[in-house]
């Protein structure tokens, strides 16, 4: 057994496990209270921050600049990782909420807390009912100026960049709000595909420049998706010439 897996199996999981506990009931408690979700998500940040502390994750953050923490955006991000969501959530300061995957509500204590925080669910299997989600994730998203982070390719990936679905560039354009495309380097290493114990690494996120689509419809969501796809791709191919250098 290697000193990473010892460190990971006596100290790293049992302080996630801990913080998790302790902070995601502080989380539930505060929800009674913050009908808006905002508490919440200044909750779930700082779990996140305490997550990759203790992971002991170097964490490299590049265009932060690029993003106003009062404007709403949908995040396009490629998805190596469980550790992506964290890492992204931590340090992008807007009003995130998400799209989950509909089992994902129904997992005690996790589903309510979802439910509270006002995340929506995607039901899977259902492309009627799926439409009618993101629909309702363009409405949210223009009427409470919040932001959503989505991993277009529909789950990990380990062989490189998959092609991405359509739905973040229908919410997008239905909220009339930009797109902002994120490159995640590091987290596969950091927690790893079908792993539960999480390691130190260094993860680079580059933020890439906001694409408009307010002069856009519908009809355009193809031609959105072929370039959010094309500019993630080039900010892994930077990110990892960077870190290979580096």
């Known amino acids: 057994m290697s000193p990473g897996l010892i460190r990971a199996l006596l100290i790293t999981d049992p302080l996630i496990i801990l913080a998790t506990v302790i902070l995601g009931s502080i989380n539930l408690a505060v929800s009674f ?55 992204v959530l931590g340090h992008i300061p807007v009003q995130f909420r998400f799209l989950a995957k509909k089992s994902l ?13 006002g995340h929506l669910a995607v039901p899977r299997g259902n492309p009627r009912q799926a439409l009618k989600t993101m629909a309702e994730a363009g409405r949210v998203i ?12 529909g789950g990990r990936s380990l062989d490189g960049l998959k092609p991405f679905k359509e739905g973040a560039a229908y919410i997008a354009i239905n909220a009339g709000v930009p797109v902002v495309p994120v490159g995640l380097e590091g987290t596969l290493k950091v927690l790893p595909m079908h792993s539960l114990n999480v390691r130190p690494g260094r993860v680079v996120m580059r933020i890439g420049d906001p694409i408009p689509t307010g002069n856009l419809t519908l009809k355009d969501r193809g031609k959105l998706t072929m370039e ?10 930077e990110t990892a010439a960077a870190t290979a250098k580096s």
């Open 105 to 117: 509500f129904s997992v005690p204590f996790l589903g309510y807390h979802l439910k509270r925080a």
């Open 33 to 87: 209270f913050d009908h808006g979700g905002r508490k919440q998500v200044a909750i779930a940040r700082f779990w996140s921050k305490v997550l990759i502390r203790i992971a002991g994750v170097k964490l490299e953050v590049q265009g932060l600049e690029k993003v106003d923490p009062q404007g709403s955006y949908v995040f396009v991000s490629n998805h190596v990782s469980y550790m992506d969501t964290p890492i």
């Open 228 to 237: 959010m796809h094309g500019r993630v791709a080039d900010l892994l191919g």
């Open 142 to 153: 223009r009427e409470r100026g919040i932001s959503v982070l989505i991993f277009p390719e």
